[in-house]
């Protein structure tokens, strides 16, 4: 198993999360999505693989060329997770033991609280992935979650197209409609004193209109 991690100017945090997965994992591949800080520099301290960007291009881009990386080295699992610190290492096991009884994709799904996320964050996240199950076929209450566990038969002849944070909904659908089990494993929700990179209304408006290109219009 290999772990994909996109980053982007997340220099202060990104060395803790490959240290903290790599006793998980028999690699990590870091895809510096154009930052302009040492991102790639102390992920390559810490031991990952790292794949340079020019510039910044979008997490959906990121993940396709880390993912390429991944496949590359024959595995048979690929770990995603998000570069900021707001997973937890420690869960990575539970994401694990979901894959090994069967599922093709196990995603970490948050537990939102109005009271310690942000409010636009819980309403984009709530109120989208409500929507965007109806497109998946069955219920995710996290369909954003970036910390997921897919098996590499499913993503070697994926077509995945996404440049932004749509990648995640773009996976769910297209897994879905290939008839890959999706298991749910509640992980924490952990937020970081840095703003996130997600623009909760545009970013979840966007991901929901391609939500129809993916599930309707696409025949892959």
């Avoid at 202060?12 to 994992?25: D, K, L, M, Y």
């Avoid at 880390?66 to 496949?71: E, R, T």
């Avoid at 897919?150 to 197209?161: E, N």
Wanted: glycine share 10%.
């Amino acid at each position: 198993m290999w772990a994909v991690i996109p980053a982007y100017n997340e220099e202060a945090r990104i060395a803790s999360v490959v240290r903290g997965i790599a006793g998980s994992v028999a690699g990590v591949v870091v895809v510096d999505d154009g930052s302009s800080d040492g991102t790639a520099r102390e992920a390559e301290r810490a031991g990952a693989e790292v794949i340079r960007r020019p510039s910044n291009g979008g997490k959906g881009a990121a993940i396709r060329a880390g993912l390429a990386a991944a496949l590359a080295h024959g595995c048979t699992h690929v770990l995603f997770i998000d570069g900021d610190g707001q997973h937890r290492p420690e869960e990575v096991p539970a994401l694990i033991g979901a894959a090994e009884e069967g599922a093709g994709l196990v995603v970490g799904e948050r537990q939102f609280s109005r009271d310690q996320m942000p409010r636009s964050r819980y309403y984009a996240n709530v109120i989208g992935s409500r929507a965007l199950s109806w497109f998946i076929g069955t219920e995710v209450r996290d369909t954003q979650s970036g910390f997921r566990l897919v098996g590499a038969d499913w993503l070697r002849s994926l077509p995945l197209t996404a440049t932004g944070y749509e990648i995640e909904t773009e996976m769910l659908i297209r897994l879905a409609r290939r008839g890959a089990s999706i298991v749910r494993i509640p992980v924490a929700a952990v937020y970081a004193d840095a703003p996130s990179k997600l623009r909760p209304l545009r970013d979840t408006t966007r991901t929901c209109f391609l939500a129809v290109k993916y599930r309707f219009l696409s025949r892959a």
